[in-house]
């Protein structure tokens, strides 16, 4: 293990805070390090491995098609590309598919798509919200409400405005003869967990219609089941114009899509924008068998049967803790906003076997793989408990206020 993690003292770029073990081995919602100590995984991949770790179909069709074909350009055809495509629209709105690599890069696909649509009339400005995170791009760093990620980086750039996430009347003052869309996540994962309310979206949503402009949602932390539908803009009753995916749509492979609207998708073409990596047989084929198990394995209804289980459990704690201020969340997607600093009980959290993240200075995120067991829900909660009990608290005793 030190030998490990000199080898990135030396070799690899700090730009990262790496705790914990040296991890070998991982199977559904568990890991094991280099002493083959058992770790409870309650945030898989950055919520990336929607199905665990490992999934043994998912593992069979990384190995069958690494056989066939890994790799081609995107100026030849191959099946698999144009059959996720065929599935992801069939399963969401109206549209056409842009494949990438990662959520940024699909961002700022998405922001490309919006300057084109806003050409001809001189419009570029993109309306975006406090606390939000859509990547470390130059473009989609421009666009994040979140000034500590990007202070080190300006001048960025200036053609975003922000407005404050589930305020009408704040949204409506930012938009200018300039405002070409707004760009939103419906759940700011990043930002603290923050739900956006059902009459804010439709608000927004009707007003985008009304003038004009892009309703873009950032789905890469959201899409594929996160949260009970296998898109968070089910949840609402509404339809993005431009909708961006990543994360769980590879069920841990890299592999991101941008979303545009049928009726608008004809305003760019060949040579306009490209992916070297995106969308390759391997990580389509991936993604296609990772719809499949969704729908086969009644993964969504687990969500939503967990789901209840688990805000239920959570509001006990609220009740009992008083270091808890809110819980906040839709599916498996959970934030526990506390009065003190998340990091400590994190890092507590971590020695008992329990992973877990810590977002936003003062919260506790919470996102398993949708296939989790409720016996192994209950284990992580149990940990969870006994820490923030104080049974455990060693190194947690003195919490540090939230300033």
Same mark, same amino acid.
């Given at each position: 293990?030190?030998?490990?993690?000199?080898?990135?003292?030396?070799y690899?770029?700090?730009t990262? @805070?790496?705790?914990?073990?040296v991890?070998?081995?991982?199977?559904?919602?568990w890991l094991? $390090?280099?002493?083959?100590?058992?770790?409870?995984?309650?945030f898989?991949?950055w919520?990336?491995s929607?199905?665990?770790?490992?999934?043994?179909?998912?593992t069979?069709?990384?190995?069958?098609?690494?056989?066939?074909?890994?790799? %081609?350009?995107?100026?030849?055809?191959?099946?698999?590309?144009?059959?996720?495509a065929?599935?992801?629209?069939?399963?969401?709105?109206?549209?056409?598919v842009?494949?990438?690599?990662?959520?940024?890069?699909?961002?700022?696909?998405?922001?490309?798509?919006?300057?084109?649509?806003g050409?001809?009339?001189?419009?570029?400005?993109?309306?975006?919200?406090?606390?939000?995170?859509h990547?470390? @791009?130059?473009?989609?760093?421009?666009? @994040?409400?979140?000034?500590?990620?990007?202070?080190?980086?300006?001048?960025?750039?200036?053609?975003?405005?922000?407005?404050?996430?589930n305020?009408?009347?704040n949204?409506?003052?930012?938009?200018?003869?300039?405002?070409?869309?707004?760009?939103?996540?419906l759940?700011q994962?990043?930002?603290?967990?923050?739900?956006?309310?059902?009459?804010?979206?439709?608000?927004?949503?009707?007003?985008?219609?009304?003038?004009?402009?892009?309703?873009?949602? $950032?789905?890469v932390?959201?899409?594929?089941?996160? @949260?009970?539908?296998?898109?968070?803009?089910?949840?609402?009753?509404?339809?993005?114009d431009?909708?961006?995916?990543?994360?769980?749509?590879?069920?841990?492979?890299?592999?991101?899509?941008? %979303?545009?609207?049928?009726?608008?998708?004809?305003?760019i073409?060949?040579?306009?924008?490209?992916?070297?990596?995106?969308?390759?047989?391997?990580?389509?084929?991936?993604?296609?068998?990772?719809?499949?198990?969704?729908k086969?394995?009644?993964?969504?209804?687990?969500?939503?049967?967990?789901?209840?289980?688990?805000?239920?459990?959570?509001? $006990?704690f609220?009740?009992?803790?008083?270091?808890?201020?809110?819980?906040?969340?839709?599916?498996?997607m959970?934030g526990?906003?506390?009065?003190?600093?998340?990091?400590?009980?994190?890092?507590?959290?971590?020695?008992?076997?329990?992973?877990?993240?810590?977002?936003?200075?003062?919260?506790?995120?919470?996102?398993?793989?949708?296939?989790?067991?409720?016996?192994?829900?209950?284990?992580?909660?149990?940990i969870?408990?006994?820490?923030?009990?104080?049974?455990?608290?060693?190194?947690?005793?003195?919490?540090?206020?939230?300033?």
């Open positions: 293990m030190e030998n490990t993690k000199k080898l990135f003292d030396k690899v770029l700090n990262y @805070t790496r705790v914990g073990p991890f070998v081995k991982g199977k559904g919602s094991w $390090d280099e002493a083959g100590t058992k770790y409870l995984d309650l898989p991949g919520g990336v929607i199905l665990g770790h490992c999934h043994p179909r998912i069979k069709v990384i190995s069958q098609q690494a056989g066939k074909l890994i790799h %081609l350009p995107n100026n030849l055809y191959f099946k698999e590309q144009a059959q996720l065929e599935e992801i629209v069939n399963s969401s709105f109206s549209s056409k842009f494949f990438a690599n990662s959520g940024a890069e699909a961002v700022e696909g998405a922001l490309k798509f919006s300057r084109l649509y050409r001809s009339n001189g419009r570029y400005e993109v309306i975006v919200m406090k606390n939000s995170f990547g470390r @791009t130059f473009g989609a760093l421009s666009a @994040t409400g979140q000034g500590k990620y990007k202070v080190p980086f300006k001048p960025l750039l200036a053609s975003f405005k922000e407005a404050r996430f305020d009408f009347s949204f409506k003052k930012k938009v200018t003869s300039k405002t070409v869309g707004v760009m939103l996540e759940i994962g990043e930002g603290g967990v923050n739900v956006a309310q059902q009459e804010y979206i439709k608000e927004v949503k009707l007003y985008c219609e009304k003038r004009d402009l892009l309703f873009i949602v $950032d789905e932390q959201t899409g594929m089941g996160r @949260t009970g539908k296998l898109f968070c803009y089910q949840n609402y009753g509404i339809k993005p431009i909708m961006v995916l990543s994360k769980g749509l590879g069920a841990g492979v890299p592999i991101s899509a941008i %979303l545009v609207a049928k009726e608008i998708s004809d305003i073409g060949p040579g306009m924008h490209a992916s070297t990596f995106g969308g390759s047989p391997l990580v389509t084929r991936v993604s296609l068998e990772a719809f499949k198990i969704i086969e394995d009644k993964i969504l209804s687990n969500v939503r049967e967990l789901s209840i289980y688990l805000l239920r459990r959570l509001g $006990d609220n009740r009992k803790f008083k270091i808890i201020k809110e819980i906040r969340g839709i599916g498996l959970v526990i906003e506390l009065k003190v600093k998340s990091a400590p009980i994190f890092a507590q959290a971590l020695k008992q076997g329990l992973i877990i993240n810590s977002t936003h200075e003062n919260v506790l995120r919470i996102m398993p793989a949708l296939n989790i067991k409720k016996s192994e829900l209950d284990k992580g909660l149990n969870l408990e006994e820490i923030l009990t104080g049974n455990r608290l060693q190194g947690v005793k003195d919490m540090i206020p939230v300033t």
